[in-house]
């Protein structure tokens, strides 16, 4: 996201009331409240104290000769000055003192061919760095700058003051009163975000504006941390980290994997409705600290290492995968996604998810229907009561049996709320549809395979239509569709589906994209799901192999994750296409793909596996 409609977005999700709150005590008490195991509303939300200091970070990202500074404030009850030591919930955000209006890159443009140089017959990274150059000196001139005022969470801070928890803001490196520089989930922002949690434990120093040492002595060290979008993502990296006293972490709509959000599989993919955006253009957008040069050569070197040239896997990208560290989460964790969420896509809850489940951490996951959103917006009690009562027992120990209970809560499709022991619903499994001659209007979607001698079926890119129109074309040459019958029954989809293509191409690079689609029987669609990949990483997302035209391969594309029932009467299709307008890259029209049908397959995690499937479509 970025520009205004970013900054609308995030105050969103960040300052929205979400309407009555429980009436607070009329005087302020010494000490928290638990009823049925949720803390009560005790304490008063406005007779506060409030606190600014600077936390130091053990790292000098702004490359100034100085350790970078963590701009902070800090919420807590009065009766803490008596010697109540409380634990804290703790928000970290870039988008604190807003963000500045800048470019996305462009996408019209050809894709990446490694020529016998090894160079490229496109745009090379000092082209982009130029580029990036000029957008950093463009959004110079129109910087948000440091917040004049005292942040607040008008969602969250009183009810959290209320409740006997202190609340504790902090801006990110490079952004408002923070000094460094922004990274976009680089390393430094982890440990600029840890460090106040350090602070918190007696680990870091801070100081006042003044340059008075400031020390966290109402702290019980127990911290509890939470956020929406990229404020989530920050949990997450410093969860990573294993730091001692992050006690539990809530990471709403998170990225878990930088790459994963950019890119999949070696193809440059934009979040949804964000064509064009990347790391450096996030990095210069949440740059809003006073020095609007010293971060310049930092977001430079951003925008040539995120290498939107081969699209590849690197030690870069690595920095920002928080998945491969989930053998150091020490605090437990409540995931938060939204299952129409196409900005952070539903990948990013499933892999770290399963990570953590793989690694004994704690957890639990929590999965609605919306969007790019904070589940407090869908006005759900139940939301509020399982945050209580999550923090309740992970910040002040409070026996209140949530760690015992099922692990998953499903909204389903008419808006009620399911839960099952865990995510992907038990007795999912692996089942297999194979699609049948005729592609170019509308082909068989099968449980058996087409018998015989190869049949291929061909399709041309055209880069500019959306995957939704062409979906709904009833015949086309720029896509292949092939759909089941009608389900007699309902057919739910509950985790990854992949589709395996026996696929060849007569040009040296196309992309290629697969959709699953729900159509109704008055002929209305829905896409349930996608996925992308680039053909020359078809071995590894680190690694370009050139295609030679008119050779076939074997190519996998895993689609995003989701939890769907296709209702009785609806049929399920698989859709082909190459270029997919609002997430790929786009070149000129015109690439051509050929699959071979009888080497061709759709896996579906389905509940209740093959059986369900056969019941259901036949």
């Not at 807590?76 to 807003?98: C, E, I, W």
């Not at 202190?166 to 490196?173: G, H, I, K």
């Given at each position: 996201?970025?520009?205004?409609?970013?900054?609308?977005?995030?105050?969103?999700?960040?300052?929205?009331?979400?309407?009555?709150?429980?009436?607070?005590?009329?005087?302020?008490?010494?000490?928290?409240?638990?009823?049925?195991?949720?803390?009560?509303?005790?304490?008063?939300?406005?007779?506060?104290?409030?606190?600014?200091?600077?936390?130091?970070?053990?790292?000098?990202?702004?490359?100034?000769?100085?350790?970078?500074?963590?701009?902070?404030?800090?919420?807590?009850?009065?009766?803490?000055?008596?010697?109540?030591?409380?634990?804290?919930?703790?928000?970290?955000?870039?988008?604190?003192?807003?963000g500045n209006d800048v470019a996305n890159h462009n996408v019209d443009v050809e894709l990446y061919v490694p020529n016998k140089r090894g160079g490229h017959d496109r745009r090379d990274g000092s082209v982009l760095k130029a580029q990036a150059d000029e957008r950093i000196a463009a959004a110079v001139g129109s910087a948000a700058g440091p917040n004049a005022g005292p942040i607040t969470s008008g969602r969250y801070e009183a009810y959290f003051i209320e409740r006997g928890f202190a609340v504790v803001y902090a801006e990110s490196l490079g952004t408002g009163k923070s000094t460094g520089c922004p990274t976009s989930g680089g390393r430094n922002e982890t440990i600029g975000s840890k460090s106040v949690i350090d602070w918190l434990n007696g680990r870091a120093p801070?100081?006042?504006?003044?340059?008075?040492?400031?020390?966290?002595?109402?702290?019980?060290?127990?911290?509890?941390?939470?956020?929406?979008?990229?404020?989530?993502?920050?949990?997450?990296?410093?969860?990573?980290?294993?730091?001692?006293?992050?006690?539990?972490?809530?990471?709403?709509?998170?990225?878990?994997?930088?790459?994963?959000?950019?890119?999949?599989?070696?193809?440059?993919?934009?979040?949804?409705?964000?064509?064009?955006?990347?790391?450096?253009?996030?990095?210069?957008?949440?740059?809003?600290?006073?020095?609007?040069?010293?971060?310049?050569?930092?977001?430079?070197?951003?925008?040539?290492?995120?290498?939107?040239?081969?699209?590849?896997?690197?030690?870069?990208?690595?920095?920002?995968?928080?998945?491969?560290?989930?053998?150091?989460?020490?605090?437990?964790?409540?995931?938060?996604?939204?299952?129409?969420?196409?900005?952070?896509?539903?990948?990013?809850?499933?892999?770290?998810?399963?990570?953590?489940?793989?690694?004994?951490?704690?957890?639990?996951?929590?999965?609605?229907?919306?969007?790019?959103?904070?589940?407090?917006?869908?006005?759900?009690?139940?939301?509020?009561?399982?945050?209580?009562?999550?923090?309740?027992?992970?910040?002040?120990?409070?026996?209140?049996?949530?760690?015992?209970?099922?692990?998953?809560?499903?909204?389903?499709?008419?808006?009620?709320?399911?839960?099952?022991?865990?995510?992907?619903?038990?007795?999912?499994?692996?089942?297999?549809?194979?699609?049948?001659?005729?592609?170019?209007?509308?082909?068989?979607?099968?449980?058996?395979?087409?018998?015989?001698?190869?049949?291929?079926?061909?399709?041309?890119?055209?880069?500019?239509?959306?995957?939704?129109?062409?979906?709904?074309?009833?015949?086309?040459?720029?896509?292949?569709?092939?759909?089941?019958?009608?389900?007699?029954?309902?057919?739910?989809?509950?985790?990854?589906?992949?589709?395996?293509?026996?696929?060849?191409?007569?040009?040296?690079?196309?992309?290629?994209?697969?959709?699953?689609?729900?159509?109704?029987?008055?002929?209305?669609?829905?896409?349930?799901?996608?996925?992308?990949?680039?053909?020359?990483?078809?071995?590894?997302?680190?690694?370009?192999?050139?295609?030679?035209?008119?050779?076939?391969?074997?190519?996998?594309?895993?689609?995003?994750?989701?939890?769907?029932?296709?209702?009785?009467?609806?049929?399920?299709?698989?859709?082909?296409?190459?270029?997919?307008?609002?997430?790929?890259?786009?070149?000129?029209?015109?690439?051509?793909?050929?699959?071979?049908?009888?080497?061709?397959?759709?896996?579906?995690?389905?509940?209740?596996?093959?059986?369900?499937?056969?019941?259901?479509?036949?």
């Amino acid at each position: 996201m970025k520009g205004a409609r970013r900054a609308a977005t995030l105050a969103a999700l960040v300052t929205l009331p979400l309407g009555a709150v429980p009436a607070v005590a009329s005087a302020a008490a010494d000490g928290p409240l638990f009823t049925d195991g949720e803390a009560q509303p005790v304490f008063s939300a406005t007779d506060v104290v409030r606190e600014s200091l600077w936390v130091r970070a053990p790292v000098d990202s702004d490359r100034d000769g100085r350790d970078d500074e963590v701009y902070t404030e800090v919420v807590r009850q009065k009766a803490t000055d008596r010697g109540l030591k409380v634990p804290v919930v703790f928000f970290n955000s870039p988008y604190f003192s807003g963000g500045n209006d800048v470019a996305n890159h462009n996408v019209d443009v050809e894709l990446y061919v490694p020529n016998k140089r090894g160079g490229h017959d496109r745009r090379d990274g000092s082209v982009l760095k130029a580029q990036a150059d000029e957008r950093i000196a463009a959004a110079v001139g129109s910087a948000a700058g440091p917040n004049a005022g005292p942040i607040t969470s008008g969602r969250y801070e009183a009810y959290f003051i209320e409740r006997g928890f202190a609340v504790v803001y902090a801006e990110s490196l490079g952004t408002g009163k923070s000094t460094g520089c922004p990274t976009s989930g680089g390393r430094n922002e982890t440990i600029g975000s840890k460090s106040v949690i350090d602070w918190l434990n007696g680990r870091a120093p801070a100081r006042d504006a003044a340059g008075s040492p400031v020390k966290a002595s109402w702290s019980t060290g127990k911290v509890g941390m939470m956020g929406v979008s990229y404020n989530g993502t920050l949990p997450n990296a410093v969860a990573s980290t294993g730091v001692r006293g992050l006690e539990t972490i809530v990471p709403i709509a998170a990225i878990s994997s930088w790459y994963d959000y950019y890119r999949a599989d070696g193809a440059v993919v934009a979040p949804g409705t964000f064509q064009g955006e990347d790391l450096d253009v996030l990095a210069e957008y949440v740059y809003t600290r006073e020095d609007r040069e010293i971060c310049k050569p930092v977001i430079a070197e951003v925008a040539a290492k995120q290498d939107r040239v081969t699209g590849d896997y690197s030690p870069f990208w690595d920095e920002r995968n928080y998945v491969d560290d989930a053998h150091k989460v020490r605090a437990s964790v409540l995931a938060v996604h939204g299952l129409s969420d196409w900005n952070v896509k539903v990948k990013h809850v499933a892999q770290w998810y399963e990570a953590l489940r793989r690694n004994g951490v704690e957890h639990k996951i929590w999965l609605h229907r919306a969007g790019h959103t904070d589940p407090d917006t869908l006005r759900s009690q139940e939301w509020r009561r399982t945050l209580n009562r999550w923090f309740s027992h992970y910040l002040y120990g409070v026996d209140n049996g949530i760690e015992r209970e099922p692990k998953s809560t499903v909204q389903r499709e008419d808006g009620s709320w399911v839960d099952e022991a865990d995510w992907p619903a038990p007795g999912t499994a692996k089942a297999e549809l194979f699609p049948w001659a005729g592609g170019s209007a509308k082909g068989a979607l099968r449980t058996s395979q087409l018998p015989g001698r190869p049949v291929v079926e061909s399709l041309r890119d055209d880069s500019s239509k959306t995957a939704e129109a062409l979906a709904d074309l009833p015949s086309s040459g720029n896509r292949l569709s092939y759909a089941t019958r009608a389900a007699t029954t309902p057919l739910r989809l509950s985790g990854t589906a992949r589709v395996d293509l026996a696929i060849s191409f007569d040009r040296p690079a196309a992309n290629v994209t697969a959709l699953l689609v729900d159509r109704a029987p008055d002929g209305s669609s829905h896409v349930i799901t996608r996925g992308w990949t680039d053909p020359q990483n078809r071995a590894s997302p680190s690694r370009t192999k050139p295609i030679r035209p008119g050779e076939r391969y074997r190519v996998e594309v895993e689609l995003e994750p989701q939890d769907y029932v296709v209702a009785a009467g609806h049929s399920l299709e698989f859709v082909l296409i190459s270029s997919d307008y609002d997430y790929t890259l786009r070149p000129k029209p015109g690439a051509g793909l050929s699959i071979d049908l009888t080497g061709t397959a759709v896996e579906l995690p389905v509940v209740g596996g093959t059986a369900s499937l056969r019941e259901s479509i036949g």
